[in-house]
């Protein structure tokens, strides 16, 4: 979507389809995955764990960080990962309102 057609949607829908395009990944949701696990890390790790050159890496962190879904400390010369809850807080509530309205309909329109 041209950056120019983004005004016509809501703040909300806006932050929801950036989120989802940035979860659009394999690697991303690999990196999520490791960091869930470990809670925090050094790019560095993250790199050891993916079959992935360390530009890449650093781009699909690059892309998590932009969407709100991790943030990072720079600590020395590396920077720390971790996941920003309030993002995916967010997320799981837009999630929950559309499960919840599917539930709630329980129509075969199709």
Known sequence: MGASKTEHFTDKQNEIAAIMKALGHPARIAII????????????DIVNEL????????????????????????GGNAICYCIDEATFNKFQNFLSEVFGKITAQKKNCC
């Open 33 to 44: 995955d490791y960091l869930l696990k470990v809670d925090t890390c050094i790019c560095g």
């Open 51 to 74: 079959p992935l050159a360390q530009p890449t890496v650093s781009q699909h962190l690059k892309e998590l960080k932009n969407a709100g879904l991790i943030k990072g400390n720079i």
